[in-house]
């Protein structure tokens, strides 16, 4: 009952007009982001970091929030007109979503997409506020060897857990290691990793560092796969929802946010996994099973309100823990940086009101994106027309002035440069994203717990496991690494269904759709 009082407190404070307008903003802008495919909530929050030093920090983490959920709600509309996932959690709703539209019931699936994802994200938003003091309370207790547990916990479980290759998980995971450690050694105090260049010895901001990844690696990514011929958008047809409609989506609704909330809690990264398990869960469970493959409208209901679901539970360790598990969470964690602020368990008690009137502001935001997706989506279709060159040469200016407005260097625009063409490798090699950035954030402060854990022991690496919360998180890891060996040593020895895969096949459906994203620069 805390968290409830609180989160009244909170809606005091995000209703005040100036509030109220910097969320709307926030939806608004992270609609029309989430929108075009290939431009994600982190990099639009990534490319605004810079440019908003300025605002007071309530109404800057207010509008970093709307974006997040607004980019989940735009998301939706390109899987469905164009199949175009643009996040890899969109994959599953692009495979019913899309077939909908080209049946002319386009309309209705915009409007399950809406409406689920408004549900969940409320639902998940109180959870998050009934569910954030009590880990807070738990995480007060906690010391620097069960803190290191944590993180490496979400080291392992990032890099396990996205991408297809675990050794590329790793070599991502390193690749931010290494940056996030550039600098001055806290104990010695003398430069590492700094190749003798003298503007490395502060290190490397980790704003540029974002800024490169997400927009300059982004875009030119898209340059290299660039098609010239314009997007083929499935026009809006239909009613919005039936009675039959509704009564097919109400369920599913309510059984993503129930999938999806949970594993966005769990430091284990992305929404990928339980959008997938959504899906198969209602294929199971659906009347009409023959449907999936061809336009059901369970397969969009499902995904998109665990989608929201698990954005919503990602801020839970996220505030209470100070870890991200999704990129754009990670830009979240710098938003906060930037203002000297450091998300963890202290965070619920020197910045309480900034905390709970964030909360309050995404169950604002929540029902502003329903207002502006239901009326609107047809406009917001339109924004698919824009030509990709005039788009990513804006985003390839925004990011210049941002790396460079972030410390005024001229040194920033060469790292600018080196680390967009890094970012390009990655995706050229099939190098994930986000565990560069968790890597990066978490790295120093990782460091930083292990060195205190190794004093107060002598040096003695008992030391790093003297607690049974450490044992336990030990445990874990152990389990998440071996695990998946162990499961595909069964599945070996389990005889191949025989015939072709058909068409109502969600791993089919999800590849077929991530080729086409990847082909189309998503």
Known sequence: MDGLNALLDGMSAALTPMNLLYAFFGVLLGTAIGVLPGIGPAMAIALLLPLTYTLPVEQAIIMFAGLYYGGMYGGSTTSILLNTPGESA????????????????????????????????????FCLALLAPQ????????????YLAVMLFAFVAVTTVLGSSKIRGFASLGLGVWIGLIGIDPTSGQQRLT???????DGIDVVVVAVAVFAMGEALWIAAHLRRAPARITPIKGRWMTREDLSRSWKPWLRGTVIGFPFGA????GAEI??????????????????????????????EATNNASAAGSLVPLLTLGIPTTATAAVMILAFQTYGIQPGPR?????????????????IGNAMLLLLNLPMAGLWAKLLLIPRPYLYAGILMFASLGAYAANGSPFDLWLLLFIGGLGFAMRRFGLPVVPLIVGLILAPRAEVFMRRALQISD??????????????VYVLIALLIVAPFIWSRVRGRRTPPEGPVGPSSPTTGADDARVHANTEGA
């Not at 003798?196 to 010895?201: K, T, V």
């Not at 965070?347 to 169950?363: E, M, Y």
């Not at 040096?459 to 336990?472: A, D, Y």
């Open 195 to 201: 190749f003798g260049i003298d503007q490395l010895s």
């Open 459 to 472: 040096g003695h690496l008992s030391g790093l496991v003297n607690t049974t919360f450490s044992k336990v």
């Open 135 to 146: 880990v807070v309370k738990v995480a007060i207790q906690l010391g620097d060897p069960d």
């Open 90 to 125: 969109s994959v599953m709703t692009a495979i019913e979503g899309n077939k909908m539209a080209k049946a002319g019931r386009g309309a209705a699936a915009l409007s399950t997409a809406a409406i689920g994802s408004f549900v969940a994200g409320t639902i998940a938003t």
């Open 347 to 363: 965070l619920f008690q020197d910045q309480g009101p900034l905390v709970w009137t964030l909360i309050a502001s995404l169950l």
């Open 274 to 303: 339980p959008t997938f398990l959504s899906y198969i869960s209602e294929r199971k469970l659906s009347k009409k099973p023959e449907e999936f493959g061809h336009g059901a409208i369970e397969g969009v209901a499902g995904p």
């Open 266 to 269: 769990i430091p284990a990264g």
